[in-house]
C-alpha cells in the first residue's frame, strides 16, 4: 500500500511522545513492503535544522518537513502553519490510506478536506487528546464545532490506545463500530547495547546506596508533578537515602515547581536534570528504582519505556485506565500524596517485590507491546479500510 502519515512532530523532535510513535510505525511499514511518505513540520521546542519544503529520506522513509510560518504557534497550540502543504494538494489523491496523528492540526484539518475530495480513506489516531480537558480547552471547544468533530466521524476508522479513549471517542459522536483499541510500542532492549550501570548517578552526584525515585515528562502543571514532591517529602520522613530525579523539558512549571522544593525543604533532595535524549535519558532508567507518574493522558510511552528497563511504575487514578500496570508491574493509586508516598515506600523497601514487578514488565512488553506486533494490528485495520 502506499500510505501517509501525518504529524506535526516527527523525529528527530524528541519533545514529545507522538513524533517517536510516528517514526516507529513509519519505519516498521517500510520493512513490511509498504510504500510509506510522512507530511511533517520543522517544529520543536527549537526549529529542526532539516531540509524543508522538499523530500528527504530518514531512514529509507520519505519525509517532508513543511517549514512552518510560525514555530511558537506550533509549539504553544499545536497549530502548525506548513504554508508550503497547497504545493502538493495534488499528491494526496496518490496514496491507497491517510493516517493522522492527532486531530485538532492544520493538518487534519486540510487532509480531511482532500481526502473527501478525492475519495482517500483516511485514519485518527488521537494519542490521548480526544476529549478537549486540562489545558487550552476554549482554544479546542472551537475547534471541534468548526473541524474537530467533522474530522472524527468522517475517518473511515480511529485508534484509540486504551478503553477510556474508545469511551471519549464515543462522546465525540464516533460510533463504536468504527474504533479499534491499539496500544503504543516500543522495540525490546538489548542489553549488551545499554549504557553501564551509574552513569546517571555519576553525573548527578547520587551516592551508590541511594534509592532514585524517577519522573520523566514535560515539566507541566497537567502532569501532577507537585503531588509527587509532597508525596516525596513524605517518603524522605521515613526513609533518608533517597533522592527525587524530575527529568524532562520545562513547559512553564518548573519556576513554581523550585519554589516548592524550597519550601518543602528538599533542595538537597531533588534534582531537576532538564530534557535527557538518547543514551542519558536511559542511563537514567538504569540507575532509577522507581518511575512514577502522578497523572498522564492516553498512554505513555515512559510507561513501556520504564517496563523494558525493568522499572516498576507507580502512577494514579488520575489517567486513562491501564489494567495492566496495578499489582502487575507497579500499583495505580488514588490522587493522593499519603497513597503515593506508600506505594514509593512498598516497593523501595522491597527488593524481591521490585525485581518481580520490574521482570514482569519486561515479560510484558516482550509479548504485547514490541512494535512488530502492535504494527500488525495497524495494517490490519488498513486492509479493513481499503476493502
Not at 16 to 42: C, N, P, R
Not at 141 to 163: E, P
Not at 224 to 246: C, H, N, R
Not at 297 to 326: K, M
Amino acid at each position: 500500500m502506499k500510505i501517509l502519515q501525518a504529524s506535526n512532530l516527527f523525529h528527530p523532535c524528541f519533545d514529545a511522545g507522538v513524533s517517536g510513535v510516528v517514526y516507529e510505525i513509519s519505519k516498521e511499514l517500510k520493512a513490511k513492503g509498504h510504500e510509506v511518505t510522512v507530511y511533517s513540520t520543522d517544529g520543536c521546542t527549537a526549529r529542526l535544522n532539516v531540509k524543508t519544503n522538499k523530500m528527504v529520506f530518514v531512514d529509507g522513509i520519505e519525509v517532508y518537513y513543511f517549514k512552518n510560518l510560525s514555530n511558537t504557534l506550533n509549539t504553544k497550540l499545536n497549530l502548525a502553519t506548513p504554508y508550503y502543504l497547497f504545493r502538493i494538494i495534488k499528491d494526496i489523491k496518490n496514496f491507497d490510506i491517510i493516517h493522522i496523528h492527532e486531530h485538532r492540526t492544520f493538518f487534519a484539518v486540510f487532509l480531511h478536506h482532500y481526502a473527501m475530495k478525492y475519495n482517500v480513506p483516511y485514519i485518527i489516531q488521537s494519542h490521548g487528546s480526544v476529549l478537549p480537558f486540562l489545558h487550552k480547552i476554549t482554544y479546542k471547544k472551537i475547534f471541534d464545532k468548526l473541524w474537530g468533530y467533522k474530522i472524527l466521524n468522517d475517518a473511515s476508522q480511529v485508534i484509540a490506545l486504551t478503553q477510556s479513549e474508545s469511551e471519549q471517542y464515543q462522546k465525540m459522536g464516533v460510533p463504536l463500530s468504527k474504533i479499534k483499541i491499539i496500544p503504543n510500542g516500543i522495540n525490546e532492549k538489548e542489553d549488551e547495547n545499554s549504557p553501564k550501570k551509574n552513569k546517571f548517578r555519576e553525573k548527578n552526584h547520587i551516592k551508590t546506596g541511594e534509592k532514585i525515585v524517577l519522573f520523566l515528562g514535560r515539566l507541566h502543571e497537567s502532569k501532577g508533578i507537585e503531588i509527587l514532591i509532597k508525596a516525596f517529602l513524605e517518603v524522605t520522613s521515613e526513609y533518608k537515602p533517597i533522592k527525587l530525579a524530575i527529568v524532562g523539558p520545562d513547559n512553564g512549571f518548573l519556576d513554581s515547581l523550585e519554589i516548592l522544593v524550597k519550601n518543602l525543604d528538599l533542595e538537597d533532595k531533588v534534582i531537576f536534570t532538564g530534557p535527557l535524549y538518547g543514551n542519558d535519558k536511559i542511563e537514567a532508567y538504569i540507575d532509577a528504582d522507581v518511575f512514577v507518574t502522578p497523572r498522564y493522558t492516553g498512554f505513555p510511552i515512559t510507561f513501556l519505556e520504564s517496563s523494558a528497563y525493568g522499572l516498576p511504575i507507580i502512577t494514579t487514578n488520575r489517567g486513562d485506565e491501564l489494567d495492566w500496570i496495578n499489582e502487575n508491574v507497579g500499583y495505580v493509586t488514588d490522587y493522593d500524596e499519603h497513597q503515593l508516598a506508600q506505594a514509593i515506600l512498598n516497593i523501595i523497601l522491597n527488593d524481591s517485590l521490585r525485581n518481580k514487578f520490574g521482570d514482569n514488565g519486561k515479560n510484558l512488553i516482550k509479548s504485547n507491546f514490541n512494535w512488530q506486533n502492535i504494527v500488525n494490528k495497524i495494517e490490519e485495520v488498513y486492509k479493513e479500510v481499503k476493502g
